[in-house]
């Protein structure tokens, strides 16, 4: 009797499911038009640029920009992707910790840190530019990596403490008292259940420490137009000259530029869905 | 007799005890503190460095009147107030502050809708949910300069994909960038379209944290949709949707690219905003005037300090009540 | 966790790992190639210094210039650093974003970080000249007898030359041979606003679009804009002027009969110039630089034209060398040798072959002239062009022109009446001037 009645409840379910697939690849479609649309830039010629109206899709296109952008945005795309991987190290080792510490620690001042971390975030990026091009003249560190991944590191690390603060205040007292009474130090505590037990947060903080550093511009254009290995943001610049700009290259770059980072998107969006914020958020 | 002298010394035994007690407490409070601050002092040391400094220069170079040639010798004058007194009556900053006001509402407004919409559509359960969710989070992927430029194709007067399909439609064409109207439309749809990934996944993931039993007990209930998520969904959300908007807020106050690439600013100051206001006294001028540059970035920080006091507020009646 | 999420999680590291190493790996291959060449240029009339041999033994000399669209291995490079070999030292070459030249070089200036050669637009020459950055002529031995005045002119602040032209680039008003003839217009009778309206009004009718420029709210709209301005009559010193209001009246009126189309008001000049390239307009005012693209579809080219019949006056682009200040006022006299080799004629004409700019001084400019007639159009333009921080203006124009893009957009999207953003514009500049 049961599974009869089951059985038209399922396949309701099932068409249902498949009117929201369709539904969902539609809002996908819009939200990816320009996307698209880039593409099809990428593959125009220069001189239908500007037609009116313009081709849907690319007739009498081009690849010349793809082979431009082959040819020479590989380094600059490697530089992008160890600056990426290096603003994540850095965001990660000093907000876990301290949102650890603001989480359960309960240290005299964490309400005031909270707000000035929050403040910290209102800088614009420009005055953080101005800032860091003196200090780094000072330290030799114009133009290298390492600078650029410290100023990348200043998007990503307040938003960071304010997630793992978040997380980890659900973590259950009473596994850290039960690792206490093991006789593990704090240290031993974060390290071996903390960390393992925060991974959703991890990947979170680090999928968006990757972003940032890996779309950002100003600080790329301020502190290493002189340096020898760039990111893929300044790259882009070798299509933009004085009175030209090569566009189907510009977005051909763009494209190419996206697909590792989409890649990884695809590989972290299940830890990032499983639960970041929740709750109250602690000052 | 020995009774009272029992609990005598035992009261006696228990004083010295009770303090060393307190004392090991107190040193145990210390250690936990020490442990604390130890997890926490690479932020602040970071936050001084990083933080404190430039923000320290962006206040030295508003109260003093530099001009290139100070800028360079560093030797300007002292200006206390002057440079803002001086922005505040430019004609631009009226312009700025209300565009700036529209653009940082609007957004909010419709990333924080569409992206909880979205997040609540991707709750449920259908195939190809995990890559349409992933996918979603490519705008975000794209450096702003090709994201502002790809819209500025789009909406181009003559040949852009969007006139043309209102042409199609029988619809009139609109100067999306270059009428001092529509412009800071523009400039909004842009910025909306980037903003709903980050929406999304925020509250995506504050949703996968109500736990299922809540839901469950609604629908026993006989509790419809709608009256759900309004009921039970969205108040749960709150504290997130907070934060949310909070960020959201900071953020697009400070929102430049998108804004610089499409229209930078015009026609006319249609379209500018404070943070486009500050760029272009400084780096969009041959001859730059950093002062004033200045004393709008401090503005800025002002206002979205303003508004974080107002949410600390707002979040402490919510836990208080 | 499960089993399966922390393979993933594993597998997630694992590629993370890859493609850093692969990452590292590519980033450190392509390195840096700013380091010299090592062989001493083989073209030249000169002679070669003896001590060119070795390469480097000199030092380092920074090199910056607003050319990003040349990496290490282009003849540029090549040719800078050939330079700074013959001169006895390496060059380092930095290519920028010209807009943010200006403020890089303000800012390496004020931490004593600033380049032994500085190469810029030269509108921001004076800017730098007035912070105190860069050494004159006089300072730094740099000769300047051969160049044309005119060309010369945005250099000169104050009796004092602060730098050397690499070459000069200018606007004149191209045309689609084809819609002309269609339309039955004679390029030959475009000779004043009057008869170029008309003209437009005729291809109009054949129903092609009339005219492209660039009237965006940067300093390109105003460079496009000064040929109108001047040709009326019009002075950068009071821009709301009967005169100055005329030239604006005229790409209004264009805009409102349809003779222009609205993306002018944001065109850069490379997308007036794509708009043009589509075939469907009659004439685009664009720059020496888009000579080759345009001889590619046919186009031709005219001087623009005054109001009231001859050529309009139109301003010069081109960047400037610099000699920036430095703690060691000995080294400048290598960067002044390091940029005499590249203005030396030879080279100078290598290189505004290479940009499509016209040389600065006369036997340059007979060297491009045979080898390419076609230049003579643009050596007469060049010819009389006029240096927008010319007539003493100096750090004032870049204050008045920011106001005059700001008041031409206005007027073009319908904001105000070109007199209104005139007004509004020159008040605005006359403040903005006695501020700084």
Redesign the interface.
Known sequence: MTTNAKAPAKRTQKR???H??A???L??AL??F??Y??IN?SLTQ?????????N?IPIDGTLDGYTVVLR?Q??Y??????IG?GTVALTL???A??G???AK????G?GL?S?????????????????????Y?KLGL?GSVWGLI?ADS?IA?P?G??IFT?FMTRIPDELLQAAKIDGA??LRT?GSIVLPVS?NAIV?VSLFAF?WA??D??FA??LD??G??QP???G????????????NA??A??VV??V???V??????????????????K? | MTRSTESEAGAVNAAPAKRRQAKKNKAQQRKAQLAAWGFIAPVVIYLAAAYAYPLYRNIDLSIHSYTVTSFVTGNAPFAGFAEYTGIFKNATFAAALLNTTIFVFVSIAFQFAIGLALAVFFAKRFRLNTLLRALFLVPWLLPLLVSASTWSWMLNSDSGIVNAFLKAVGAAPIDWLTSPTWSLIAVLIANIWIGIPFNLVIMYSGLQSIPDDIFEAASIDGAGGWQRFWRITFPLLRPVSAITLLLGFVYTLKVFDIIWIMTRGGPATSSTTLAIWSYQLSFGSFLPDFSSAAAVGNVLIVVAFVFALVYIRARHRLETT | MTVQASRKARAVGAALLTLGTVAALAACSSGSNSSNTGTPASTGAGTSNASSTASGSGGTYNFWDPYPQYNATSDWTKLVESCGTRSGVTIKRTGYDTTALTTQALLAAQQGNAPDILLVDNPVVSTLAKAGALTTTAQNGLSTGEIATNILGAGVINGSTYGVPIGANTLALYYNPKILSQAGVNPASITSWSTLTAALAKVKAIGKTGITFSGINTEEGSFQFLPWFWGSGANLTNIDSPQAVAALTLWTTWLKDGYAPNSVIQDTQTTAWQEFQTGNVAFAENGTWQKATAAQMGAKVIQIPAENGGSAPVPTGGEFFTIPVQKDSSRYATSAKIVQCMSATDNIVKTDNTLNYIAPTKAGQQAQESADSSLSDWISAVGVAKARTGDNLGTKYPLISQQLWTAVQKAESGAATPSAALSAAQSAAAAAISKG
């Not at chain 1, 795309?77 to 160890?82: A, D, F, I, R, V």
């Open positions: 249902r499911a498949w929201l697939t539904l969902g690849v809002f996908t939200m990816l320009p996307v649309w880039m830039v220069a001189g239908n640029m500007r037609k009116s109206p313009p849907l020479q590989l380094p795309l490697g530089t992008s992707l160890l991987i080792i000093l907000a910790p301290a650890y510490s603001l620690l309960r240290p005299r964490g840190l707000f000035l971390l929050l403040i910290a975030q209102m800088i614009p990026a420009i005055v953080m530019a101005f800032g860091f091009y003196a200090i003249i114009l410290l200043t690390v938003f403490v304010l978040a130090g704090p974060f991974r979170t972003l890996w779309s511009f100003l254009n301020t137009s002189g020898s290995m893929i943001t300044l882009i610049y070798a299509y933009i000259g004085n009175n030209n700009q090569q566009w510009i977005m770059t763009a530029a996206s590792p980072a989409a990884l998107l695809v590989l972290a969006q299940k830890y990032v869905a499983a639960g970041v914020t929740a709750g109250a958020v000052d």
